[in-house]
């Protein structure tokens, strides 16, 4: 079994910043990579950022320059600093861990950026 528990949302004002945190438990192995996706009221979840195992990371286009994705291989943890957030980041955030055999989700967490 594998838990997911994130941390770090909440409220803050257009161009503020938040980090959010991700650690792994349980029986992990042959991890291909973590990362976040994000789902807005009314609209489908999207993928924001991963990191591989082995250091890799890529964004979606309309976080690029404003996030950042890293993770602690030891502590099987995954971060997001949110930089200069906009309204539109607005969602309910998700962290992912996908291994060789499978994928698991967290509970999610949510950030609104008011305007």
């Known amino acids: 079994q594998v838990q997911l528990v994130e941390s770090g949302g909440g409220l803050v004002q257009s161009g503020g910043s938040l980090r959010l945190s991700c650690a792994a438990s349980g029986s992990i192995f042959s991890i291909n990579y973590m990362g976040w996706y994000r789902q807005a009221p009314g609209k489908e979840r999207e993928f924001v950022a991963i990191i591989t195992s082995g250091g890799s990371t890529t964004y979606t286009d309309s976080v690029k320059g404003r996030f950042t994705i890293s993770g602690d291989n030891t502590k099987n943890t995954v971060y997001l600093q949110m930089n200069s957030l906009k309204p539109e980041d607005t969602a309910v955030y998700y962290c992912?861990?996908?291994?060789?055999?499978?994928?698991?989700w967290g509970q999610g967490t949510q950030v609104t950026v008011s305007s």
């Open positions: 992912k861990l996908q291994m060789r055999v499978r994928g698991y």
